[in-house]
């Protein structure tokens, strides 16, 4: 069973109030998930609105718990205040990243940094203008209830909990973490890489209810991946981290080096061929450390 420990700090915020610095040790899954829940719901009733989580020894966030974060955030912000995470995890940062959630939360590399951050105004951003006509009315993908927004950004559906984005060419994406499935590993570079990672990429198909021909797909574009690796990688010892995420409608696998396995140019052929062989293929170096390459097959 995962275990979670918790230290917990008072923090003198520039504004003169108290917030709380919540150190993580362990994973954030469905074993501890309530415990970590009921400690930030703990916090907020004790009358601290403003929170730092600090993710620097946090080994795996499952789906559960990614939701519960999300949510935790929405309740403190909803009270006038904020949950600003700090120290988060190359691996993690890809993981936000790639469930499109990493613009719902504010990341900080250090204690200092986010605690100085709650003394600042929020600049408001110049939003891109609207190619669609707002406001706009579309419906729940599964309960069929009706939505209305008037302005493209982030929103939450009041009825299910649901997050979901609209952009300004009227894109929506809902972020249903609840039917998310998800599997991690680390495995060398100069390996093969196909053979390891695309069983489980097969599994987390079914388990989706995703039609096979994905997971073939998938697999093709991993053999040529795992080429790319092994071509790359300048040390016999590096590893890389695999996420694999899996819903009803698409199946995606990132690929997290901090090596020179994926020190690659935007304009790599190998890049280009991936980008043929599945429906997205996305290079890039994340704001922590590392690169990061996502291929995205869609049912």
Same mark, same amino acid.
Do not use: W
């Given at each position: 069973?995962a ?12 504004? %003169?109030?108290?917030?709380?610095a919540?150190f +993580? ?6 074993s501890? %998930?309530?415990t ?5 719901? #703990? ?10 989580l ?7 966030? %499952?789906?559960?718990?990614l939701?519960t ?5 929405d ?26 959630l990493?613009? +719902?939360?504010?990341? @900080? ?7 100085a ?9 110049a ?7 707002f ?5 729940h ?5 009706? +939505?209305n927004?008037s302005?493209?950004?982030?929103f ?17 994406e ?15 570079? @100069?390996? #093969?890489f196909?053979?390891?990672?695309t ?9 989706c ?7 073939d ?12 690796? %092994? ?7 590096e ?10 409608d ?16 935007? #304009? ?5 061929? +991936?980008a043929?062989?599945?429906?997205e293929a996305? @290079?890039?170096?994340?704001p ?12």
């Open positions: 069973m275990v979670l420990n918790f230290d917990i700090k008072s923090v003198n915020l520039p504004n %003169n109030e108290e917030g709380k919540v +993580l040790t362990g994973s954030i899954d469905a501890t %998930n309530q970590f829940e009921k400690r930030l719901s #703990d916090i907020l009733s004790s009358g601290t609105t403003s929170v730092m600090v993710l620097t020894n946090v080994k795996y966030i %499952n789906s559960t718990g939701g974060i999300v949510k935790c955030v309740t403190f912000r909803e009270k006038g205040g904020d949950i600003k995470l700090v120290g988060v995890p190359t691996k993690v940062i890809a993981l936000f990243e790639m469930l499109g990493l613009a +719902l939360f504010e990341t @900080h590399d250090t204690i200092e940094s986010a605690v951050s709650f003394g600042k105004k929020k600049e408001s951003k939003a891109a203008a609207p190619t669609v006509k406001p706009l009315q579309f419906k993908p599964v309960t069929g209830m009706g +939505l927004v302005q493209p950004g982030r939450k559906d009041p009825r299910t909990g649901d997050y979901f984005s609209v952009d300004a060419a009227g894109t929506i809902f972020y249903e973490m609840s039917k998310v499935k998800m599997a991690e590993l680390k495995i060398p570079a @100069h390996t #093969d196909a053979a390891a990672v069983p489980l990429a097969t599994s987390l198909c079914a388990a209810k995703l039609a096979p021909g994905t997971a797909a998938m697999g093709r574009a991993l053999g040529r991946a795992g080429a790319l690796l %092994n071509a790359k990688a300048a040390d016999a010892n590893a890389c981290n695999v996420i694999i995420v899996a819903d009803q698409k199946l995606q696998v990132g690929i997290v080096s901090y090596g020179s396995a994926l020190s690659v140019r935007s #304009d790599d052929p190998a890049l280009r061929e +991936l043929g062989m599945v429906d996305k @290079h890039q170096v994340l922590t450390r590392g690169n990061l390459l996502t291929l995205v097959k869609k049912a």
